[in-house]
């Protein structure tokens, strides 16, 4: 089976369902080393989830999951870092690590927030985020996943829009910030209603 330009991509890398979401398809196999792991891994994606193979290399480092809440000025709020327990065989967010709470990568992935970061690691981490958050044009709130490699940021995934629910990591990044889950829901409501306003304000 043939992998169009997979040359120019470094070993490791990781295989991913490309029209997947919640981080199906995503686990420590996921990863591979050499050309024929890659081979195998990519017709495991096809056979089994029906779709294209999303292929890029695996970027070791720090997995910090970066929240934006704002429009017209948006805010970074604190960002939150993935830690994981020495023992897994890989320090990846995989399906278990959100799904299966048996799972030992359930329980040896937990988040830290705020993240440990310096003043210089924190600068590029948020300026990154703010880029890839207007670049996107999203809006209100969203979820920039980042991996941190010598001072250099990494986009994984940007979310435009991400679980907002009580225990997941934008609230968490808002209790951080100060910010209770009755005034996080109101602060995205208003720059909704707020946009709405203007609209109808300048019909065109």
């Known amino acids: 089976e043939k992998i169009p ?5 470094k070993f490791p890398l990781i295989v991913k369902p490309a029209h997947e979401d919640a981080s199906q398809g995503i ?8 050309r024929r792991a890659l081979l195998q891994r990519v017709k495991y994606v096809h056979e089994t989830y029906q779709q294209s193979a999303l292929v890029e290399e695996y970027i070791e480092g720090r ?9 017209s000025n948006p805010k970074v709020l604190p960002i ?8 897994l065989p ?12 048996e799972t030992a990568a359930y329980k040896g992935t937990r988040p ?7 003043a210089r690691e924190q600068q590029q ?22 991996r941190l490699r010598n ?21 968490r990044s808002a209790a951080a910030e100060g910010l209770s889950y009755v005034q996080l829901i109101e602060r995205i409501l208003k720059g909704a209603s707020k946009r709405k306003e203007l609209s109808h304000a300048n019909p065109e």
């Open 112 to 118: 830290q927030c705020p993240a440990q970061l310096s």
């Open 80 to 87: 939150s870092e993935i830690l994981f327990d020495p023992s």
């Open 5 to 9: 330009n997979f040359e120019n991509l």
């Open 90 to 101: 890989r320090a990846m967010v995989c399906f278990d690590s959100k799904w299966s709470p």
């Open 27 to 34: 686990e420590p196999q996921s990863v591979v080393e050499d």
């Open 125 to 146: 981490v948020n300026l990154v985020a703010l880029r890839a958050f207007k670049l996107l044009g999203c809006r209100d709130y969203a979820r920039v996943d980042i």
């Open 151 to 171: 001072f250099t940021a990494y986009i994984l995934e940007i979310n435009a829009n991400p679980d907002i629910s009580p225990e997941a990591g934008v609230a």
């Open 63 to 71: 997995e910090l999951n970066v929240a934006v809440l704002g429009y």
